[in-house]
C-alpha cells in the first residue's frame, strides 16, 4: 500500500467546491428511479441516462470530484465507443466503483441486515484497479425503528466495512466507508443523534482494529436528521449543529474526507444542510457531498429517455452540482434556486 498516492486521492474526492456524484444504482434501484420518468430500464437506456451527466462537461469539470460506478457502468463503452471511464477521467474527476453485493437479512436479528459482498473482493478490486477506479465504495444499513438497531447489527456491519476497507487499502483503492443510519422511520433527530454516535464509535474501532489507515479513507455518513416519518421535524439550523457536533465527536481529524449521503432528503434540504454546516465552519476534514438522489431527480425528470432532452437533463444536473458545490462552501442562497426555477 502506498498510504501517500491513497491521501492524494482521498484529498481529491473532497477538494474545495467539489463533490461525488453517487451515479451506482443497481440495476433494481435504477429501474426504480426510471419507472417514475416512464422509461424503460435496459443496458442501453441506462448507459445513455449516466453518459449524459458524464458528458455535461461543466458540472464534472468544476463541481465533480469522482463518480460511483455500478460493475455494470464500468465495462460500458459510451455511444461513439469511448469507455464511460474514460469519458469521466477526460473531464477530470476519478472514476470510483461500488463493491459491495447489497444486503441479505442478517440471522437472529429480525428486521435488520447485513451487507454482503467480502468474498472474493480482493480479486474484483485488481480487476477494477486496472479499469480504471481508484476508490470505492461499500453501503452498510442500520435501520431505526422499535427495539433496533441492535448491537449485534452494528458491530457486524461495522466489521464487514473495515473488512472492506482493508482489502481496498491493499489493493491501492480509496475506501469510501459508508454506515448509513436510515431516515425511514418516526424518531426524532437525537434518536439519529443517539445511533449514529453508536454506528460511527463502532465503525472506528473496527477500522482501528483491522489497520485501515485513516488518512487513505473517506467517509460518508447520514446527518443527524429526524426520520422522514417524524412528526417532528428539525429545522435546517439544528440538522447542521447536531451533524457537527456529532462529527467532530466521533471522527478523527486524521480522516481527510466526509461525503455524506442524500439518504431521501430533498435536493434543496441537502443542499441547504451541507451550506449550513459550512457556515458554522471550524471543520478538521473536508466536508462535502457524495449524492446519488439529490443530484440526480432533477435531470432524470429532465431527461425522461428522450434524446431531444439531454441537453435540459444535463443543465438540470450542472444546476444542482453547482448549488452542492456552493453549499460545500457555505456559499449557497436559497435565492439562487428561486432565479433556476424563474
Ligand atoms: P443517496 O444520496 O440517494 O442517499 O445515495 C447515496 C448513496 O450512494 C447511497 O449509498
Not at 443496458?43 to 460493475?71: C, P, Q
Not at 447485513?114 to 444499513?141: H, S
Not at 454506528?199 to 488518512?215: G, H, S
Not at 448549488?323 to 428561486?338: F, H, Q, R, V
Request: aromatic share 6%; charged share 25%.
Amino acid at each position: 500500500m502506498n498510504l501517500a498516492d491513497l491521501n492524494k486521492v482521498a484529498r481529491a474526492m473532497v477538494a474545495p467546491g467539489k463533490g461525488i456524484l453517487a451515479a451506482d444504482e443497481s440495476s433494481g434501484t435504477i429501474k426504480k428511479r426510471f419507472d417514475v420518468i416512464g422509461v424503460e430500464s435496459t443496458e442501453d437506456s441506462r448507459r445513455d441516462y449516466r453518459e449524459m451527466m458524464f458528458r455535461a462537461k461543466d458540472a464534472m469539470t468544476n463541481y465533480i470530484s469522482g463518480v460511483i460506478l455500478y460493475d455494470e457502468t464500468i465495462w460500458q463503452k459510451a455511444k461513439d465507443g469511448t469507455p464511460l471511464v474514460k469519458v469521466i477521467e477526460q473531464a477530470g474527476a476519478i472514476p470510483g466503483i461500488k463493491v459491495d453485493e447489497g444486503t441479505q437479512a442478517l440471522p437472529g436479528c429480525p428486521g435488520e441486515l447485513i451487507t454482503v459482498g467480502l468474498d472474493k473482493l480482493a480479486e474484483r478490486l485488481k480487476k477494477y484497479y486496472e479499469q480504471g477506479a481508484r476508490f470505492a465504495k461499500w453501503r452498510a444499513v442500520i435501520d431505526v425503528g422499535n427495539g433496533i438497531p441492535s448491537a449485534t447489527a452494528i458491530h457486524t456491519n461495522a466489521h464487514a466495512l473495515a473488512r472492506y476497507a482493508a482489502l481496498c487499502q491493499a489493493a491501492q483503492i480509496v475506501p469510501i466507508v459508508e454506515p448509513e443510519v436510515l431516515m425511514d422511520g418516526d424518531h426524532d433527530i437525537d434518536r439519529c443523534y443517539e445511533v449514529t454516535e453508536h454506528v460511527l464509535r463502532k465503525t472506528f474501532q473496527e477500522l482501528y482494529e483491522q489497520r485501515v489507515a485513516l488518512e487513505g479513507m473517506v467517509l460518508k455518513p447520514n446527518m443527524a436528521i429526524a426520520g422522514k416519518k417524524s412528526p417532528k421535524q428539525a429545522s435546517v439550523a439544528e440538522v447542521a449543529e447536531k451533524t457537527i457536533k456529532l462529527l467532530k465527536s466521533w471522527v478523527p481529524s486524521a480522516v481527510p474526507g466526509i461525503a455524506f449521503l442524500s439518504g431521501g432528503q430533498s435536493d434543496e434540504d441537502a443542499t441547504a444542510h451541507l451550506d449550513a454546516m459550512h457556515r458554522i465552519g471550524g471543520l478538521p476534514w473536508g466536508l462535502t457531498f457524495s449524492y446519488g438522489r439529490a443530484l440526480q431527480a432533477a435531470p432524470q425528470k429532465a431527461w425522461s429517455g428522450k434524446a431531444e432532452n439531454v441537453a435540459a437533463g444535463q443543465q438540470a444536473f450542472t444546476h444542482r452540482a453547482q448549488m452542492n458545490s456552493l453549499a460545500s462552501k457555505g456559499e449557497w442562497k436559497a435565492d439562487l434556486e428561486k432565479k433556476k426555477a424563474a
